[in-house]
């Protein structure tokens, strides 16, 4: 049976009775396995815990792989794996998307469900729910993916904070909820900012009612797009000579005159003008990516 057939909606067809097919052996399998209450005097087993016919459904799905068995038990226990699905809902998941792996989940414990154990089935089925539930948030409920021990952190801070909110009557500090779990405080911040990552929002996403964005984007950095220049000017200069260097620092740095950096060195503004040409020529052959062979960094 394809399991479109068994997560759909009813069949069209009447769903058979729990007794089709059943054989003699069936019955008193059911009989013999089905979970029984206690007398509140005698504490006696007496009356059966569960739906006679239900339980029938799944010796039938045990022993013979009865595919309408399975398909009408999935019919009795839809609901009960859409109530999990609804209570362990977030906000930002699709609830048509865990309907979907607790409808998955369901199938698989039906399948693997002993009756002959005597429980009752939801006290079988109830921790596989819930447990393929978390995996899917686990997997696929972020945005983007974090550590393991994020995962194992989360849950159980939400859990230590609402019990501290209850006993104190105020929203605790991180120090109170990471001493409860016996945590750092380091960690235990880290898996709240990991939270974050759960849902992402649309960099053109429309501003919010209060006029917010949802996501701040910073001001340009004009500065950035100077950045691999300044490199390659750092590189550059440092193959040029001694003087060559001292020559544009007083000039472009220092803000001296030609005029000035020509009496300190004893030549006329005419040289430093020439010094000065040089160098920049220098530089700007050995910046241009499209050179091979630039101009030797050497002062004339």
Same mark, same amino acid.
């Given at each position: 049976?394809?399991?479109?057939?068994?997560?759909?909606?009813?069949?069209?067809?009447?769903?058979?009775?729990?007794?089709?097919?059943?054989?003699v052996f069936d019955r008193r399998t059911a009989e013999a396995t089905i979970p029984r209450g206690v007398d509140r005097d005698d504490h006696v087993d007496t009356r059966p815990a569960v739906d006679p016919d239900v339980w029938l459904l799944h010796v039938r799905l045990q022993d013979h792989d009865d595919d309408e068995a399975l398909e009408a038990l999935v019919d009795e226990?839809?609901?009960? /794996?859409?109530?999990? +699905?609804?209570?362990?809902?977030?906000? @930002?998941?699709?609830? =048509?998307?865990?309907?979907? %792996?607790?409808l998955e989940a369901l199938v698989a414990t039906l399948r693997r469900f002993d009756c002959r154990r005597g429980i009752p089935f939801p006290a079988f089925?109830?921790?596989?729910?819930?447990?393929?539930?978390?995996?899917?948030?686990?997997d696929h409920g972020w945005a983007l993916r974090v550590p393991r021990a994020v995962h194992d952190i989360t849950a159980p801070a939400r859990a230590a904070a609402e019990a501290l909110t209850m006993e104190h009557g105020r929203v605790p500090t991180v120090a109170e909820v990471a001493q409860r779990m016996g945590v750092s405080e380091e960690d235990l911040l880290l898996a709240q900012e990991a939270v974050r990552a759960r849902s992402t929002v649309s960099l053109d996403a429309p501003a919010r009612d209060d006029g917010s964005r949802g996501v701040e984007l910073p001001a340009p950095?004009?500065?950035?797009?100077? /950045?691999?220049?300044? +490199?390659?000017?750092?590189?550059?200069? @440092?193959?040029?000579? =001694?003087?060559?260097?001292? %020559?544009?620092?007083?000039?472009?740095?220092?803000?001296?005159?030609?005029?000035?950096?020509?009496?300190?060195?004893?030549?006329?503004?005419?040289?430093?003008?020439?010094?000065?040409?040089a160098a920049l020529s220098r530089l700007r052959s050995r910046m241009r990516p499209d050179v091979d062979d630039p101009v030797p960094l050497v002062a004339a």
């Open positions: 049976m394809e399991r479109s057939s068994v997560l759909g909606a009813r069949n069209s067809r009447a769903v058979p009775s729990p007794s089709s097919g059943a054989s226990y839809r609901p009960y /794996a859409l109530s999990i +699905a609804r209570r362990l809902s977030r906000e @930002g998941e699709s609830l =048509e998307d865990l309907q979907q %792996v607790a089925a109830t921790p596989t729910i819930v447990g393929a539930l978390k995996r899917h948030y686990r950095d004009e500065q950035l797009e100077l /950045a691999d220049g300044r +490199a390659a000017l750092a590189a550059a200069i @440092g193959h040029l000579d =001694e003087r060559s260097r001292t %020559v544009l620092g007083l000039y472009f740095f220092e803000e001296q005159s030609q005029s000035q950096i020509a009496e300190r060195y004893g030549v006329s503004q005419m040289q430093v003008s020439r010094w000065i040409s």
